[in-house]
């Protein structure tokens, strides 16, 4: 038998949500900004709703600025108009649109899913080719489960499955308790784009609370 030890986890990475988006003018001016002051690994562009030739034209708008920074754009909800956008996948909002979403993404595309509500819906989700689970985003009545219940569904997804898992964080306790807690990916939306100092000097902090919470982790294992 082998004692080998796995390979050490690769640091958690920051996942972006933009607001809801309707002219995209004043988002493009900031994210190249952004995007280079901290390493992102992906964008979750949030459209607000009309129709499809608007919402295709915005994401063209959007995905050449975030693709140059080597992040990859991904459209939330939205999946028929993903490739038409020149997007890198979508974010589907549960399992069942999942479910609906993967013949038009797959192979090509990202899949990432959140809405996932039991442990099971979660492993269905993995089965079914999810390429990352998000655990801790609101519902529609904006209710979330507790920070304690979040962490406790990311660190048995990061011990047992191999996709990746995503920590919805509101704030930058949580940004650092999920990437403690096994996290691959930490996403960060209004906590970003409300902070009073502006999105950067928030963005570099979430990023500083993450990679905080992965040297604490790797230090205690080693």
Known sequence: MSNKSPPPRPAPRLYLATPVVDDPAALLAELPDLLAAVDVAAVLLRLKETDQRTMISRIKALAPVVQKAGAALLVDGHPEIVA????????????AALEEAMPSLKPDRIAGVGGLETRHESMNAGE??????????????????????????????????????????VSFEEAHDFAASGADFVLVGDLVWADPRGPKAALIEADAAIK???TAVAVARS
């Open 212 to 214: 905080k919470a992965f």
């Open 128 to 169: 079914m080719g999810a390429d990352y689970v998000l655990f801790g985003e609101p519902d529609a009545k904006g209710q979330r489960p507790s920070a304690q219940a979040i962490a406790e569904r990311l660190d048995w997804w990061a011990e047992l499955f191999e996709p990746p898992c995503v920590g919805f964080a």
């Open 84 to 95: 038409r956008g020149g997007a890198d996948g979508a974010h589907l909002s549960d399992i």
